[in-house]
């Protein structure tokens, strides 16, 4: 500013304001400005560079995360809460678990974490937070209602709709607005039985929430161990679950402090090297740290925290939670060790009454609901909301009691309530799985108690209803434990065949082969028969490897030796034999052969009908025969039974692919769609895959393809390797109309190694060539794309020309249908080579069919 003055006074600037600069006091000013300058711009200078220089070291210098202020009841979880807390304000969003032991603070830290970015940010909406108790159910409509903020009734599906396409619009509805879901205890959603997965529509709606792009909703799964897809998809994969730890040594000694009530711990009697060695022992666990409190609590006898640490501070770490659990049972009441054995065996929720069923003697019902608020308080146990107990603890099994009564009063309890769920389920209601978790309980008990040859039985009925759902795999570790267990040959033997079907249905095609042949060695002692059944089965498994040849030989011994009596096994056979056939392309034989069945089946086995008159459809519209393809649908109709709805998503998909062949688009994608929406509640996979793919085809023919990428992608988590070779083949192709080479590239790889091995395992095997020669033009393709190319040479397309020669070629007799599909996917990338892949397509187009005898 001195500067300014004394250049204004110098050159006059204000002189026609202020008057002469020559005189009064603006010489002065003038000179008062030029030492203002002269003293001040050095120090000016000086502090410039001091400051610049502290502005670099400052930048050079890592920067110090800023502390977030949080619940002070939230001991120590400041890199947890930081990482859950990053993702709720930055993402990624879609499935966000936290796991950890139980009892860690899970449920504790998503609370406070969500509610502080709900304060924080305050454009984030806590939809919901669905506590889950064992047993309970979560359907997709409360998910969906959840993210359009619904609540006023369930949604209602309008024609051409899934609850997963429900979803998906929602998600695109959200507009982008931070929404977050949490599901607490999601343990208690994994089915009974099998591996730690979802039920179908919520594996399914899952997977939307995580690959579908463009929305900012969250789902917090807490759950005690990561959960798995049960479709192939990868949700629990896309990002790295937060884990929930031990807590630090001076939080742990504060939980202590919370667990003091009353002075009863007497913390102040334990010295530190004691406090030290229980952190160590316990692992920084609260969990654990309430099993020591409980049995300071519950003893009858007086115990202290220093003779339990002298207990356990030379036992084993991983020990430690049993022997905790030891001192705790002889330290409690007689009464209270009772009733934690009971909920320890039945390790399920069970209301008072099946409590004192369970419980030994005949205790006052007064007495046991007193100690059950007693051990409550202790969360020891917990109660559901219709006042059904159970455990908390991490393992039930640390409870067990030594007195085998309870295994057997419990397994007659589930014996009741199994017997109850079967007489609800009557009047046509849909089976669920749920209700047969009763059964799934009494199984186990069953096999703890070593009473192989009841639990046995129970398997078996267990089995034909979970056949209805899809579901048999869930009996798989209990058929592998009762292996060898129950003394009899017979039971081994259905045991080992069961193991058998199950395997093969995993794709655990080595084990399946092993315990057919258990099963076919067992049964050499008994009615041939059952030897003939087992064969059958072995005959399917083999064609699902695709070794059709072999797969002939057994379905035409087991043909060549059935008896009089045997209509059923004999018209199985006799389409396995049609299957092979078809197989090969022998589409003459195949109808012949199925004609045969058919006509053995007769009267006497009209689902087997069912079953024939369903794949000859799809074999008619193989060959271009539509019009006879209706006339067998209309028989199907006539015989498939109204209330099973197996036969309905069937049915619906077989129409959308007549509607498809006759060109009906429109009509095929809404019939598809409801086929496939059943398929994914049934938990269907061969269904959902069949659906899918109709879908995939319908929407290419429109020309949207991203509808047709999502749809097929679909039916591509379901498929087996080296099946359904068509639903990767569109997948490739579709991908490559977007073009996205770098995806399509591997996929065509995918489809040309598939293709190969179906071919060295069965070289006549006419739609693999046809597949592998598909696969080649999109290498092909892709290759001359990443450079610019649109010729090829001919010595290049000759391997894929082979190909599809060989395909018409092994082919008895042409089939329209099958080879239509084909051309129309090299169609699509013909167009992309600009017509260069033309003479590929000469094949099918020109060579005439085979010829036999």
Known sequence: MALLVALAIRYGWWGAYFGDPDHGAWPWIERLG??????????????????????????????????????????????????????????????????????????????????????????????????????????????????????????VLETGQTLSGQLRAALEASENRRIVIVIDSADNLCLPGGPRHLDFPLDEAMETFATEPGHRVAVILVSRRPMEARGYGIWPDMEPPIGVGRLPQDAFAQWLARLNVDGRLRLDEVSDADQVTLYRQLRGNPHCARLVA?????????????????????????????TLADLLTRSISPQRRDILAALAVLDTPVDMAGLMAVLAGTPDEGMV??????????????????????????????????DDGFLRRAAELMKHRQNESMQQRQGGEPHTIDQLRPA????????????????????????????????????????????????????????????????????????????YGIALKLAESFDPLLRRRILANQANLYLKKNQAQAAYNSY???????????????????????????????????????????????????????????????????????????????????????????WTRN????????????????????????????????????????????????????????????????????RGRGQQLMVLALRAVVTQLMLLPSAAGPLFKALFEEASDRIREDGQDFGSYAMRG?????????????????????????????????????????????????????RHLNDQAEGSLRPVMEPMLTTPPRTTS
């Open 556 to 646: 035409e011994f087991v043909r060549a030796h059935a008896g009089p009596g045997e209509a059923a096994l004999k018209a199985a056979a006799l389409f396995g034999l049609a299957r092979c056939h078809r197989h090969w392309g022998q589409y003459t034989q195949a109808f012949a052969r199925a004609d045969e069945a058919l006509t053995v089946a007769g009267d006497s086995s009209p689902e087997r009908s069912a079953w024939i008159l369903a794949e000859l459809v799809g074999w008619q519209l193989d060959v271009g025969q539509v019009s006879q393809a209706e006339t067998t649908l209309a028989d199907l109709l006539r015989l498939a039974p109204d209330s099973d709805h197996r």
């Open 651 to 718: 049915i619906l998909d077989l129409q959308a692919e007549i509607a498809l062949a006759h060109g009906d688009t429109g009509k095929a994608r809404d019939l598809a769609t409801d086929a496939a929406e059943r398929a994914v509640q049934a938990g269907d996979p061969r269904a959902i895959v069949a659906a899918c793919l109709t879908l995939g085809q319908a929407q290419l023919r429109i020309g949207d393809l991203d509808e047709a990428l999502r749809h097929i992608e679909h039916a591509d988590r379901y």
């Open 34 to 155: 030029w030492l203002i300058g002269i003293v001040f711009t050095p120090l000016g200078v000086f502090y410039a560079a001091a400051s610049l220089r502290q502005a670099i070291e400052q930048a050079q210098r890592p920067a110090t995360p800023p502390v977030l202020p949080r619940d002070p009841s939230l001991l120590d979880r400041d890199s947890t809460f930081a990482s859950l807390r990053r993702r709720l304000i930055d993402g990624p969003w879609g499935v966000i678990a936290v796991t950890g032991p139980p009892g860690i603070g899970k449920s504790r830290l998503v609370e406070v974490t969500v509610a502080h970015v709900e304060k924080e940010l305050g454009d984030v909406r806590v939809c919901a937070t669905h506590t889950i108790e064992p047993q309970g159910r979560l359907d997709v409509r409360e998910l969906i209602a959840d993210v359009t903020n619904d609540r006023f009734g369930p949604v």
């Open 774 to 826: 598909l696969a080649r033009c999109g290498l092909l393709l892709d290759a001359v794309v990443a450079h610019d190319q649109v010729s090829f040479d001919p010595d290049v397309l000759q391997p894929a020309t082979d190909d599809f020669t060989a395909a018409e070629q092994h082919s008895q007799r042409r089939a329209k249908g099958r080879r239509d599909r084909v051309l129309a996917l090299l």
């Open 369 to 402: 609901r007193a100690d059950l608020a007693a051990l409550e308080s202790s969360a020891l146990v917990r109660a559901t909301e219709d006042q059904q107990y159970y455990l908390t603890v991490a393992d039930p099994g640390w409870l067990l009691p030594r």
């Open 440 to 515: 799934f309980v009494r199984v186990r008990l069953l096999l703890d108690s070593g009473r192989h040859t009841v639990a046995y039985e129970v398997i078996e009925k267990l089995s034909d209803r979970l056949s209805d759902m899809n579901a048999k795999f869930l009996l798989l570790a209990q058929r592998e434990r009762i292996r060898g267990q129950t003394g009899e040959p017979f039971l081994e033997m259905a045991n080992e065949n069961e193991l058998g079907d199950i395997y093969g249905d995993l794709g655990r095609f080595d084990d399946a082969h092993r315990s």
């Open 294 to 322: 409980a049995t300071i609590t519950h003893a009858v006898r007086q115990v202290s925290l220093t003779d339990l640490v002298r207990t356990i501070g030379k036992t084993d770490l991983r020990r430690v939670p049993q």
